[in-house]
């Protein structure tokens, strides 16, 4: 499979200004939970990639750390985080 066509992490490839593009979109959103949806289950902590998300009382975000790569949105299955722009 080459690379550069889009589906590679963040859509980068050589010589394409359009993956970057991707990236850029996707840094820019950030994980946001909903405080009153949130079950504290933790299903969400492993699967993100960068580690920003940690139980507190309920989910919490590191906007630091968080890409916005949306994995913990598909495996919560409260319906509590969603994408927001920074
Ligand atoms: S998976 Fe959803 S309900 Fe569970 S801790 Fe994470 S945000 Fe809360
Ligand atoms: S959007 Fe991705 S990086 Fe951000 S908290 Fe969720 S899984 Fe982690």
């Known amino acids: 499979m080459p690379r550069g066509d889009g589906t590679g992490p963040c859509g980068q490839g050589p010589g394409t200004g359009k993956g970057n593009g991707d990236c850029e979109k ?3 959103m950030l994980a946001v939970i909903d405080a009153g ?4 289950c933790g299903a969400c ?3 993100c990639p960068t580690g920003a ?5 309920i ?6 750390k968080c890409t916005g790569c949306g994995a913990c ?3 919560c299955s409260a319906g509590a985080i ?5």
């Open 26 to 28: 996707k840094a820019a």
């Open 37 to 40: 949806t949130c079950v504290s």
């Open 45 to 47: 902590i492993d699967p």
């Open 53 to 57: 998300l940690n139980i507190k009382e």
């Open 59 to 64: 989910a919490v975000v590191d906007a630091v």
């Open 73 to 75: 949105v598909d495996i």
């Open 82 to 86: 969603a994408l927001k722009p920074r």
